[in-house]
């Protein structure tokens, strides 16, 4: 790879990726666009050049303010003529009315000092936040506005974005979230992310229908209500979601964020003692915690059958690791609250090792060091060499083309990763795959994989932490159907078990291989840690606790 002082990106890059984002976006979803979404496109594409380069910086930054004095684009020549194209392609607009909240956000502290420091009690002790609250108590919007208006010196002014929901829309439509915008677009020029190259047409587009896309829209406005909502404590502003949310989506991707969303508002419902339509929210929601938390509320309502009955069902068909490790807690208290015989909850008991060693600022690189009289090997891997093996074995069945698992050219994994519908939309595939692993040379074959994709982003292949040579002494060390059986782990619940490996690798030709879970002075295992360390028992993994207490405590 370039190295990043060697990379020269074209002065108007930003430009050329809004633009490779539109065409994109309206290639596919041209269909499904409202008029005005349409207008935009085409007045963007008529607009000079200079006018569409200052809009996309714009679009770029935060809000839709911004000081015309403060622009500074030596690429787009002359500033005021760029501006006078985008307002007359409607990119662009003077704001000679803001609203006063958002100027005297934009006014710097010193400032509103100078402007309204003789007309108010404000004070330069006083933080921005309290001089703003200050002048918002002590001047009405004409007033601010007004003094705005007299200082203000010939250039200065404020620029308003138009388009904004549109925008917004546009970049949903592209990267299928809310969270990624344009920056992924100079991550990749510059090289720093290197993608897979997976198909994108029109047949592989997210949404089928505009009433989806309103609905992922209206979940993200109710998400940000909610949001807003327990920031002020203002519990009616939470229960007006109820309704809403109460509706069934229109398509599972939207259930489950619709799930994820009425499990955040039960969960404050419960804060807020609002215990019934806390239960309506959960009874609704196909996600975890939905069912724990009804089984807790039941039993605080000592309504300990339905609990139990419900405890039963998770049993029987555990939608992931936590509900397991719920149920197998759960069920000894239920059937004793209500008389019944069950085997008392089997404490945990793992093989362990106490050690007492002199305090380090590491605890984990110290018992490595400690570890590596006794082994061959001892690396600090946590997570790394599981997950990494776990991705490079199943690499082509993750990156398969699914249709909706990839939307955009920068994901790193497919949107259904961490859900149940990943394993079974490509069940024969993986199976096939796991089929051939039991039979071939499994280190080869990983090791092939980490040459041939190497660098390419994933969620499950840590890079700059797997190295080549950690990962063939692993694959030399541990047994192939150890290997497998952890990969089915991952796979039964990709979201919880790609967390809570052991701290250390221990390897040797000869001897095999331990993972090691460090635990210092005062810490303890924590639940997904020791649902591994349960599995690792279980199977006869090698596995182990390393206690930690300093001789000089």
Same mark, same amino acid.
């Given at each position: 790879?370039?190295?990043?002082?060697?990379?020269?990106?074209?002065?108007?890059?930003?430009?050329?990726?809004?633009?490779?984002?539109?065409?994109?976006?309206?290639?596919?979803?041209?269909?499904? #666009?409202?008029?005005?979404?349409?207008?935009?496109?085409?007045?963007?594409?008529?607009?000079?050049?200079?006018?569409?380069?200052?809009?996309? !910086?714009?679009?770029?930054?935060?809000?839709?303010?911004?000081?015309?004095?403060?622009?500074?684009?030596?690429?787009?020549?002359?500033?005021?003529?760029?501006?006078?194209?985008?307002?007359?392609?409607?990119?662009?607009?003077?704001?000679?009315?803001?609203?006063?909240? /958002?100027?005297?956000?934009?006014?710097?502290?010193?400032?509103?000092?100078?402007?309204?420091?003789?007309?108010?009690?404000?004070?330069?002790?006083?933080?921005?936040?309290?001089?703003?609250?200050?002048?918002?108590?002590?001047?009405?919007?004409?007033?601010?506005?007004?003094?705005?208006?007299?200082?203000?010196?010939?250039?200065?002014?404020?620029?308003?974005?138009?388009?904004?929901?549109?925008?917004?829309?546009?970049?949903?439509?592209?990267?299928?979230?809310?969270?990624?915008?344009?920056?992924?677009?100079?991550?990749?020029?510059?090289?720093?992310?290197?993608?897979?190259?997976?198909?994108?047409?029109?047949?592989? !587009?997210?949404?089928?229908?505009?009433?989806?896309?309103?609905?992922?829209?209206?979940?993200?406005?109710?998400?940000?209500?909610?949001?807003? /909502?327990?920031?002020?404590?203002?519990?009616?502003?939470?229960?007006?979601?109820?309704?809403?949310?109460?509706?069934?989506?229109?398509?599972?991707?939207?259930?489950?964020?619709?799930?994820?969303?009425?499990?955040?508002?039960? !969960?404050?419902?419960?804060?807020?003692?609002?215990?019934?339509?806390?239960?309506?929210?959960?009874?609704?929601?196909?996600?975890?915690? /939905?069912?724990?938390?009804?089984?807790?509320?039941?039993?605080?309502?000592?309504?300990?059958?339905?609990?139990?009955?419900?405890?039963?069902?998770?049993?029987?068909?555990?939608?992931?690791?936590?509900?397991?490790?719920?149920?197998?807690?759960?069920?000894?208290?239920?059937?004793?609250?209500?008389?019944?015989?069950?085997?008392?909850?089997?404490?945990?008991? %793992?093989?362990?090792?106490?050690?007492?060693?002199?305090?380090?600022?590491?605890?984990?690189?110290?018992?490595?060091?400690?570890?590596?009289?006794?082994?061959?090997?001892?690396?600090?891997?946590?997570?790394?060499?599981?997950?990494?093996?776990?991705?490079?074995?199943?690499?082509?069945?993750?990156?398969?083309?699914?249709?909706?698992?990839?939307?955009?050219?920068?994901?790193?994994?497919?949107?259904?990763?961490?859900?149940?519908? %990943?394993?079974?939309?490509?069940?024969?595939?993986?199976?096939?795959?796991?089929?051939?692993?039991?039979?071939?040379?499994?280190?080869?074959?990983?090791?092939?994989?980490?040459?041939?994709?190497?660098?390419?982003?994933?969620?499950?292949?840590?890079?700059?932490?797997?190295?080549?040579?950690?990962?063939?002494?692993? #694959?030399?060390?541990?047994?192939?159907?150890?290997?497998?059986?952890?990969?089915?782990?991952?796979?039964?619940?990709?979201?919880?078990?790609?967390?809570?490996?052991?701290?250390?690798?221990?390897?040797?030709?000869?001897?095999?291989?331990?993972?090691?879970?460090?635990?210092?002075?005062?810490?303890?295992?924590?639940?997904?840690?020791?649902?591994?360390?349960?599995?690792?028992?279980?199977?006869?993994?090698?596995?182990?606790?390393?206690?930690?207490?300093?001789?000089?405590?």
């Amino acid at each position: 790879m370039m190295p990043l002082s060697e990379v020269e990106l074209d002065p108007l890059y930003y430009l050329h990726n809004f633009e490779q984002l539109c065409a994109t976006v309206y290639r596919q979803y041209q269909d499904l #666009l409202q008029p005005a979404e349409l207008e935009f496109y085409r007045r963007f594409e008529v607009a000079e050049q200079s006018a569409r380069g200052l809009f996309v !910086r714009l679009v770029s930054r935060r809000g839709e303010l911004f000081r015309r004095e403060q622009l500074d684009y030596p690429e787009l020549g002359v500033l005021d003529d760029a501006i006078d194209a985008g307002a007359a392609a409607a990119l662009l607009a003077t704001e000679e009315n803001p609203d006063p909240e /958002a100027l005297l956000t934009l006014l710097r502290k010193d400032e509103l000092l100078a402007l309204f420091g003789e007309r108010t009690p404000i004070r330069a002790s006083m933080r921005k936040a309290e001089l703003v609250a200050c002048l918002q108590e002590s001047l009405d919007a004409d007033e601010l506005l007004a003094i705005w208006r007299a200082a203000r010196e010939t250039g200065a002014g404020l620029l308003r974005v138009e388009h904004g929901p549109v925008i917004e829309l546009l970049q949903l439509l592209f990267f299928g979230n809310r969270r990624q915008s344009l920056t992924e677009f100079v991550l990749s020029d510059l090289g720093i992310a290197r993608h897979v190259a997976y198909s994108l047409d029109r047949q592989e !587009r997210l949404f089928d229908c505009r009433e989806q896309i309103d609905e992922y829209l209206l979940l993200g406005a109710l998400g940000d209500k909610f949001y807003e /909502a327990v920031e002020e404590d203002d519990s009616s502003a939470v229960s007006a979601l109820v309704e809403p949310l109460l509706a069934p989506g229109c398509a599972p991707l939207l259930e489950r964020r619709r799930d994820r969303l009425r499990n955040r508002v039960a !969960r404050q419902l419960e804060r807020y003692s609002e215990l019934p339509p806390a239960l309506a929210l959960y009874a609704c929601s196909q996600r975890h915690p /939905a069912r724990e938390r009804r089984v807790r509320i039941h039993t605080a309502l000592q309504d300990f059958q339905t609990a139990l009955d419900l405890c039963e069902e998770i049993k029987a068909a555990p939608w992931c690791e936590a509900e397991i490790d719920f149920v197998r807690r759960q069920l000894p208290a239920l059937h004793k609250k209500l008389g019944q015989e069950y085997p008392a909850l089997a404490r945990d008991s %793992f093989a362990e090792e106490r050690l007492q060693l002199p305090a380090a600022a590491s605890v984990e690189r110290l018992v490595a060091e400690h570890y590596a009289e006794r082994w061959q090997q001892v690396h600090f891997v946590e997570n790394v060499v599981i997950n990494g093996s776990f991705g490079l074995a199943l690499w082509e069945q993750i990156f398969a083309p699914v249709p909706g698992a990839f939307v955009n050219p920068f994901q790193s994994a497919p949107l259904d990763m961490y859900t149940g519908e %990943f394993y079974t939309a490509r069940r024969d595939a993986i199976e096939q795959r796991l089929a051939e692993l039991a039979q071939s040379d499994l280190r080869a074959q990983l090791l092939a994989a980490y040459d041939h994709c190497e660098g390419l982003a994933s969620h499950w292949v840590n890079w700059r932490y797997l190295s080549r040579e950690v990962l063939a002494a692993a #694959l030399e060390c541990i047994p192939r159907e150890h290997w497998l059986l952890i990969w089915r782990r991952i796979l039964f619940d990709p979201e919880a078990n790609r967390s809570g490996c052991p701290d250390l690798l221990a390897l040797d030709p000869e001897r095999g291989y331990c993972l090691i879970e460090v635990k210092g002075p005062g810490d303890q295992l924590q639940l997904n840690q020791r649902r591994w360390l349960r599995f690792f028992q279980d199977n006869e993994i090698p596995a182990q606790v390393a206690w930690v207490k300093w001789t000089d405590a």
